[in-house]
């Protein structure tokens, strides 16, 4: 009937809805705040922005990642544990073992648990023993050449960082014997391919305290031909297990104990100050591609400021005396704690520039290393430019710094943040002087200035780790000249 009442008919919630998204998308005014703003999560154009995203394509590079990974090696850590890798080896299902030691390494007693261990378990092996220390590419490669025939389904390394980075490097070539070396070395230098599987089983048995290399990904060695020191890193990498025994550090001289020791202070410094995670770029667009080193995070926060309270404490002691067993043992949990924090958040700049500092030597030799070739220890390479780094690190995260200088018996309470860089700086020198035979600067390694730009020059290429130095210009020029600045710096303290 025309005279009827119009009945209303109630819209449901689903329709309520809409016409409040319509209205809030088209109809909000643009002086709002909060939908004025392009960046807000809200901001109009959502809904078709998401519509355009599906046909345009995402620049991935330049996306931060939103998440972390962490990846360990299973660790036993005790005195005597060394006589359980034949038990080890026999529940790994192992029937045929490649051991990789070196000749100093050969003698001690960690290598004997290993010969009895492994006859007792029936095991057959042969022993890979011209390990050396800071490998270069010829000696991995000749490594490499002497696992390849003798097909083991299996691996042990028993020494320091150099021995099991080498292991590593004969289990990923014999694993995957159709690569081709660069194949998986980090770019740019070589080719930075991720690995594609799994690795055959490898436990490694440290016989230093300091790289951590039993609990990581990692493995470097120097590249002679383009005086550049590089690596692989992939968690494919990792040992299946590392057996910390606090016997075989024992035999550690003094000066190893130092250098061993400067590079877990390094590991977890470096660790605690990089960028965070959710700042590195570019996220990966598989799981497979997100880097080892990602950034720091909360739970490598959590080793890597245990482990440099810890070196702080006991390293000292462990340098001044050996035959102190407590500081020798917790150092070498310290190393291991720093391993599983540095492995998953990365390093920075005090790597990114030892690298090039020990590859390019110009001559010297560190007093207390049993070897007949010029050598600057892993530790101290790292050590000599930290004072300078940290200065120069400072303002990325002052509270970070300070916290780290209060490691250092620092009281903080009174100190500016824009003095957080120049007081951990100054921790770290005093520590370094303090701790004895250590190289004050780069002029005490034999380094001029005339050097200078070939160490800049071999540093730029570490974009593995670089990238995730706090402070540090993505613009290659100012990179260029950050990096001379820091050498300059590093070159007496």
């Known amino acids: 009937m025309s005279g009827a009442p119009a009945i209303r008919i109630a819209r449901t919630a689903a329709q309520r809805s809409t016409s409040l998204l319509r209205a809030v998308q088209f109809g909000h005014p643009a002086t709002c705040p909060c939908h004025s703003n392009p960046n807000h999560h809200h901001a109009p154009g959502t809904f078709s922005a998401a ?92 490594a490499i050449d002497f ?32 690569a081709e070396f660069l194949d998986f070395v980090n770019a740019p230098i070589g080719k930075g391919k991720p690995i594609p599987g799994r690795l055959k089983p490898l436990v490694a048995v440290p016989t230093t305290a300091g790289t951590g290399s039993e609990t990581t990904g990692t493995a470097i060695f120097d590249l002679v031909e383009k005086k550049a020191k590089t690596g692989i890193a992939h968690r494919n990498l990792k040992p299946t297990l590392g057996i910390c025994d606090p016997i075989n550090t024992r035999t550690m001289p003094s000066a190893v104990h130092a250098s061993s020791g400067l590079d877990v202070l390094c590991h977890s410094l470096e660790s605690w100050t990089a960028i965070p995670y959710h700042e590195r770029s570019p996220r990966p667009e598989n799981p497979i591609q997100r880097p080892a080193y990602q950034g720091s995070n909360p739970i490598s926060d959590i080793f890597s400021m245990r482990a440099l309270h810890q070196t702080v404490k006991y ?16 150092m070498l949990l310290a190393a291991t704690l720093a391993g599983v ?24 030799k560190h007093s207390g290393y049993v070897t007949d070739n010029n050598i600057i220890p892993h530790g101290v390479s790292v050590a000599v430019t930290a004072p300078a780094v940290f200065r120069f690190t400072g303002a990325s995260n002052p509270d970070r710094h300070l916290a780290a200088a209060e490691a250092f018996g620092v009281d903080i309470s009174q100190v500016k943040k824009e003095s957080a860089g120049e007081v951990l700086g100054e921790a770290l020198a005093e ?18 200035d005339s050097h200078i730009d070939d160490l800049v020059e071999g540093t730029i290429p570490q974009k593995r780790v670089l990238m995730l130095a706090p402070s540090l210009s993505e613009e290659v020029n100012e990179e260029r000249n950050q990096l001379r600045q820091l050498f300059e710096s590093s070159m007496s303290f």
């Open 51 to 142: 519509r355009r995203a599906l046909a345009t394509p995402i620049d991935h590079s330049r996306q931060k990642d939103y998440a972390f990974e962490m990846a360990a090696s299973s660790i036993r850590f005790g005195p005597g544990c060394t006589k359980e890798v034949g038990m080890d080896m026999e529940n790994l299902g192992a029937k045929r073992v490649c051991v990789v030691t070196d000749k100093n390494v050969l003698k001690l007693d960690a290598m004997k648990q290993v010969h009895e261990g492994l006859a007792k378990a029936g095991i057959e092996y042969t022993v890979y023993d011209e390990c050396r220390t800071e490998p270069k590419d010829y000696t991995i490669k000749h």
């Open 147 to 178: 696992a390849k025939p003798y097909q083991p389904d299996a691996f042990m390394a028993v020494g320091g960082g150099s021995v099991i980075d080498t292991a590593k490097l004969m289990n990923l070539y014999t694993s995957f014997p159709d």
């Open 315 to 330: 390293l000292p002691r462990a340098v001044r005396d050996p035959d102190d067993f407590e500081a020798q043992s917790e």
């Open 341 to 364: 924090g540095f492995g998953n958040a990365g390093v920075h700049l005090c790597h990114g520039m030892s690298y090039p500092i020990s590859s390019q030597n110009p001559g010297y």
């Open 431 to 448: 520590f370094l002087v303090k701790l004895g035979d250590q190289p004050r600067g780069l002029k005490a390694l034999g380094f001029k």
